[in-house]
């Protein structure tokens, strides 16, 4: 029944939901509240409805595992990250044993000179639990590089439900609204940071600007 739900949910994202993933998917639901948070230390806050607020945070240097895809569609792109790294969590790393979940993940972003669009490739990333960050275990996929991430510097603003590049590129605009004329964040390069697994409608993300 839970493999159904997450086809059914993969059928949104126009991606087809491998038969391999059961085990993956039924291991993840096991281990879904012990989830550890990436650490961050927050800056400051400004306003005080969830509408108009947001934070500024300031995130260490970490051990990341990296997947990198260009399909047609954003949620295609990171149905397919997310389940090769679902893979890597579970079992297909070199310690051999579920790796445990941190939140949230990172998918890096780009829009075209003109801001009007996503470019095609989009990074997704989990950071490695604490216990793994010195030695992280080697994937077996080819396709995910373990990667050290510089310390980010990032303005947040929480936005509920799904992540297609229609409701992103709506976020972006309210939160440069709110924010109003700055060259302190990039313009060009944004964080879609995601705390729910696909499967929860109405799931809590993040829009990241990332600070120069």
Known sequence: RLFAHWEAVASTHRVSLPRDMAGPIAQMARHSQAREPVP????????????????ERRY????????????????QSISMSFMKL??????ENSVGCH???TVPVLNEIHL???????????VTAYYLPGQFQQNPP?????EIHITERAPLRVITRVFYGATTEET?????????????????????????????????????NEIWFICQ
């Open 40 to 55: 961050y230390v927050s800056l400051s806050q400004q306003g005080k409805c969830e509408e108009a607020a947001y934070e």
């Open 60 to 75: 260490p240097a970490g051990k990341w595992a990296c997947v990198t895809m260009g399909e047609p569609m954003y949620e």
């Open 86 to 91: 679902m893979r890597y969590i579970c079992k």
């Open 99 to 101: 790796l445990g979940m």
């Open 112 to 122: 075209t000179k003109e801001g009007t669009e996503l470019e095609r490739e989009v």
């Open 138 to 142: 080697v994937p077996m996929d080819p």
């Open 168 to 204: 992103i590129l709506r976020e972006i605009s309210l939160f440069w609204e709110l924010l109003g004329p700055t060259d302190t964040v990039l313009r060009e390069t944004y964080i879609v940071a995601t705390y729910e697994n696909p499967s929860i409608p109405q799931r809590r």
